[in-house]
Each structure stands twice: as C-alpha cells, then as structure tokens.
C-alpha cells in the first residue's frame, strides 16, 4: 500500500496520472488515512472522475463511514459536486445521523434536496432523515416529512413505516406511532418490535405485554425488551417470570436479556435466582463482557454476597474492563457500608488504569462517604470532580453532598449547598434534609424545610409524614395529628412499609401486621415466643419509634414487635435451618426498633441477618450491626 501512494506521489510531480479510472477506484478501497484520501482525491480531479457520480460517492462513503472520517472534509466535497445524484444526498444524510449536534443538518440537506435539485428522494432518503428527527428530537419537521412520504406513494413502504413508527416512538408520541401501526398494510418482525420498544420506553408494560402476546412471531429482540421493561418499571416479579417463560419457548437469551434479568434479581434480592442465572451463563458458554460482569457483580453486591461479587471483580483482567465493573464494584462497597473499600477502589483505578470516572462513579464513591461520614473525603472528591475529572456535579451529587453533610450534622452547610446550586433544587433534595434534621432533632429547621416543600410540591406525601414523625418522635401529638389530618383530606398515601424475603426461588413479602401469609398463626406465635427471648437477652423496645398517639405502653411494644422486618424475620427463622443467613429487603429506612431488635435476634439465635433498606446494607452478626448504629 505504501509503494502505491509513493508511485503515486512520484507520477503526481510530472502532472502525469499513472493509475487507470478503475486502478484509482480500487486505491480508494485501500485508503488507511485521511492524507492517503487527500491525494486520491486530487487525482481524482486531475482526471476529471470527480464529476461522475460513482467515484464521488465512493469517496464521500469512505470520508463519512471509515475510522479515519471527516464530516467536514465530506461536506466540502459534498459542496464542490455540480448536480448531486440521489446516491451522494442519501450519503450525506445519512452521515450526519448519529450526532443529535449535526442531525440537524440531515434535515437541512434533505429539504434542500427537494427544493433545489430536481433529485427525487427514495425510501432510503426517508429512512435516513427520520431517523435524524427522531435523534434530535425534531417533531415537525418528522412529521412534514411524513406527509411527504405518504404524497410519493411510500405509504405502503415497509422500511418507511417502520422508520416513521420508530420516530414517534422515540419521541414519546405512543399515540401517533399506534396509529401508523395499525395503519401499516405491511408489517415485519421489526415494526412490532419497534412499536413494543415504544411502549416500553413510555412505561406502559400493559400495552407493550398486550402487543407482545398478539406478536405473530417473536426474536430475542421482542423477548428482551419485555424483560427489561418490566425491570425498568421495578416490575421484577414479572420480569424474571418473562425471562424463565422465555427459556422455555422462545429464543435463546443474549447478553442484554440475562443484564436485565440480573437486575431483576437484584433489586429482588432474589439470591438464589441470581446464582441460577450466573450457572446459566457459564453452562452456554457466555463471553462476560464489560455489561454482563458489571450485572453479575452488581446482581451479588445487592443480594448481601459483597465478597463474592469482589472475587468475581478480582478473577477477571481489570485492565481491560471499561467503567461499567468498576462502577458496580464501587457502588457495591458502598451501599454495603465498607466506605474505605469503595475509596481504594477507586483509588485503584485511578493509578492502574486509563479509565476515566464519570458522573456513575462520583455518585457512589459520595454515597459511600456518606455512610462510612467521612466528611473530609467526600468535600475532597466533590470538588475534585470538575478540576481534576471534568464531570460537571449534577443534581445527584449535590444531593449526596446534602446527605453527607446532614447526617453527619452540618446541617447549615448542606442547605448552604442547596441554596447554591447552580440548578433548581427538587423535594428529594430538599428531603434529604429534611431527614437529616429528624436525625439530629432539629425541628425549627425542618418546619422551615417543610414550608419550602410543600410550596414547591404540595402533594408530597413523605415530607408531611416526615415532619409528623418527628412531632410524634418529640410526644408532640397534637402537631403530629394536624398534619396527619392535612394529609388525610388531601387524599396522598404514604407508601407502607414491605419487607420481602426468598425462600427456595419464591420471594415472600409482608407488610406491618400482615395476616395474609398463608403461616401466619406459626409466624405471630414464633414472634411472641421470639420477643420473649429477646427481652431476657436485654432487648428494651423503643417506644419512641410508635409514630402513633398510643398512651398504653404494652400497646405500643405490640404495634412495634408486628413490624413488617420482624414478620420476615420470624418467618426466615422458621423456614430455614440453623446458621443459614437470613436475608430480608424492606422498601423504606429500617426504624430504630427494629434495628436494635435485629441485633438481639442475630444474638440470640446465633444467626447472620442481612438486611437491606432503602438506603444501605446492614449485617448483623452476633449483636452487632456492620453500620455501627451510623445510618
């Protein structure tokens, strides 16, 4: 190839041409840099081959498609040609497709297509400029364009319609990209998939199951979108379901459908389907992959094996691993509390790699400073984000600089921050404080926050039952009853507390009091006898945790011992053999009671429970929690 281009150069001094119309065709396909293109080109014009179609088209393929592209080089080509043909359009449209910056210019170039040039588009035209309105977000002039379409007779056009059906999907327009469905007299596997991915990406899974069980034919395309929408709308139930149906009658799964069925798990705590789907992956021969890793180790983090997900980390060549693993690592040390680890994790990757943290990465490296308070390290690392990463803080890492703070009761700094931010706060920030307040039992403060969140957001239900709980937690009944009594007739419901536990496959969920389990009488006698024991271990109730204006005091040790944590509890201790872990995932913060009587029950019945809340890890072993009492 070099000996070419020297020729080349040599003949080109001469003013000679040395290569043949076909021979210059055929260096084209050789080309491995863009002065290698520079100088065919130039031959290209001295032998006047630059006029013809054929060979400009080439060229502008080779300068928008290859490693080595140049859209701006392409351009000037594009400008210098006299009467582009439907060919050299369609290459230039279609160049400018995958950056939502230039898609516009696929637009521009189209309309001048048919306004200036006597060149008729095709469905490949329509196919290429959709899709550039659907990445740029460009609503009308998508649908003008389809207008457009239907005039030259592309209604009919299975590769149109599916473009324009896939448009209004990705533009969230579910309405419009139906009735063009229906509408479609030609339909293929890839319309029904796009309008399923459309309804998925709208959140509406009962519209997505419903043309997924009316699917004449279904790839693993069709089955892994399902799957990964109903995780994406925390459906997980479903979504493992799905998976497991998909295992018997449909295709075999690819890499994106075990990560979503791995997420599934995860946020099930579903160990035991997690550990089936890992065995799986091994058996058919799986090549783990950045994403697949990452979900494995982030499918075992989230289920309590913290360690095991490390050695899945540690067994595979770090160095070649993008962020994703790194980030799960990290994540996983966090939530579990071992601040430290995550911070050497990091720290690791940083030294030993060329792998640069984005905003995933300081996300979890400021949760776990949060959970391990140190304060000092994650001011360090929030300002070193900018200055020394280039990832500009977003709304996330303000709010985990809030919780930070406030937990570890600088309370003004954090709204310092808050006041500040160079975006507008939302509740869940405005929360985080307002939590932190509760902790360290400053009600001025939270009356003040509580003001500011029911002005921006007056239907949200967790600020009110927040500040009720702490009037109640101050034997402030009368305060705490108004705000009840506001939320009651604004007709918000507070999301109850569910703790979830598996048991051979099948996860059990219980709520506060719940008498709906089929071993209720066993679970509510094992309780009793279970407070019992814990009280001759030392266990004193807080009864400071009934947010309810209960005055007798073996009422309120009742309405405590029939937490939805202690049910799962009682019934894991019951079903399982001595010494196995107890496992338990509660959807909300885990109280105060319950945390002190859950290191009575690891105690008392020399049992390792692993609980997860809305927040972190907790491991109890032999009475003693591994958050040290810091949540």
């Known amino acids: 190839m070099d000996r070419c281009f020297s020729a080349f150069r040599t003949v080109n001094k001469f003013k000679k041409p040395l290569y043949s119309n076909n021979q210059l065709l055929t260096l084209l396909d050789t080309c491995k840099a863009i002065t290698q293109i520079k100088q065919i080109h130039a031959q290209l014009i001295t032998t006047s081959l630059i006029l013809h179609p054929i060979p400009t088209t080439k060229l502008l393929k080779l300068l928008t498609e290859s490693s080595f592209s140049s859209l701006t080089y392409a351009h000037l080509v594009f400008e210098q040609f006299p009467s582009p043909d439907i060919f050299i359009y369609n290459t230039m449209i279609k160049a400018y497709i995958p950056t939502a910056q230039f898609s516009s210019n696929s637009i521009v170039l189209f309309k001048s297509m048919v306004r200036d040039s006597a060149v008729v588009p095709n469905q490949y035209t329509f196919v290429f400029v959709l899709k550039a309105c659907s990445c740029g977000l460009r609503i009308s002039e998508g649908e003008q364009i389809c207008v457009h379409a239907i005039k030259l007779g592309l209604d009919g056009n299975v590769y149109v319609m599916n473009v324009i059906i896939k448009m209004y999907a990705d533009l969230g327009l579910i309405t419009l990209a139906r009735k063009v469905f229906d509408g479609s007299t030609s339909r293929d596997l890839y319309s029904w998939n796009s309008m399923i991915s459309g309804y998925v990406g709208a959140g509406d899974m009962c519209g997505a199951r419903e043309l997924f069980d009316e699917m004449p034919e279904r790839d693993v395309v069709s089955w892994s979108t399902m799957v990964a929408g109903y995780t994406q709308v925390s459906c997980f139930m479903e979504s493992i379901e799905l998976f497991h149906e998909m295992l018997q009658k449909g295709p075999p799964p690819n890499e994106f459908t075990l990560v979503s069925a791995l997420a599934a798990c995860a946020n099930l705590l579903a160990l035991d389907q997690g550990k089936w789907i890992h065995v799986y992956i091994k058996k058919e021969g799986f090549k783990i992959k950045d994403r697949l890793l990452a979900g494995l180790i982030d499918m075992y983090a989230k289920c309590g094996e913290i360690e095991f997900a490390h050695t899945i980390f540690k ?101 310092d921050i808050i006041v500040a931010m160079p975006v507008p706060p939302d509740t869940i920030i405005w929360g985080a404080l307002l939590g932190a307040c509760r902790i360290h039992r400053d009600t001025e403060m939270a009356e003040r926050i509580g003001k500011v969140i029911r002005e921006s957001n007056p239907n949200n239900v967790g600020c009110s039952v927040l500040l009720a709980n702490m009037y109640s937690s101050r034997g402030r009944w009368t305060e705490a009853n108004l705000v009840r009594e506001k939320v009651d007739l604004s007709g918000m419901k507070k999301t109850p507390g569910c703790t979830s536990i598996e048991l051979n496959g099948m996860v059990h969920q219980f709520l506060v009091g719940d008498r709906s389990h089929p071993q209720t009488e066993q679970i509510y006698s094992f309780l009793d006898e279970m407070t019992a024991k814990l009280r001759i271990a030392g266990y004193v109730p807080e009864i400071g945790e009934v947010l309810l204006d209960i005055y007798d005091e073996e009422d309120k040790e009742t309405a405590l011992a029939r937490h939805s944590e202690k049910l799962a509890i009682a019934f894991g201790l019951i079903n399982t053999a001595p010494k196995t872990p107890i496992r338990i995932m509660k959807n909300l913060r885990v109280c105060g009671d319950c945390h002190e009587a859950t290191k009575f029950i690891s105690k008392v019945y020399d049992r390792e429970i692993i609980v997860r809340d809305r927040l972190r890890f907790h491991h109890f072993r032999d009475g003693i929690c591994s958050c040290k009492d810091y949540w």
């Open 315 to 415: 067994s595979l060549d770090s160095s070649k691993q993008t962020i994703w693993p790194w980030n799960s690592m990290i994540g996983g040390f966090a939530i579990h509390g071992r601040s430290q680890e995550a911070i050497n994790a990091f720290e690791q990757m940083r030294m030993t790699t060329c792998i640069a943290p984005n905003k995933v990465t300081f996300i979890s490296l400021l949760t776990a400073c949060s959970h391990g308070k140190l304060v000092a390290e994650g001011r360090q690392y929030f300002e070193s984000m900018a200055s020394s990463y280039g990832v500009d803080p977003e709304i996330e890492h303000y709010g985990c600089m809030v919780d930070l703070l406030g937990r570890a009761g600088f309370l003004k700094e954090a709204e």
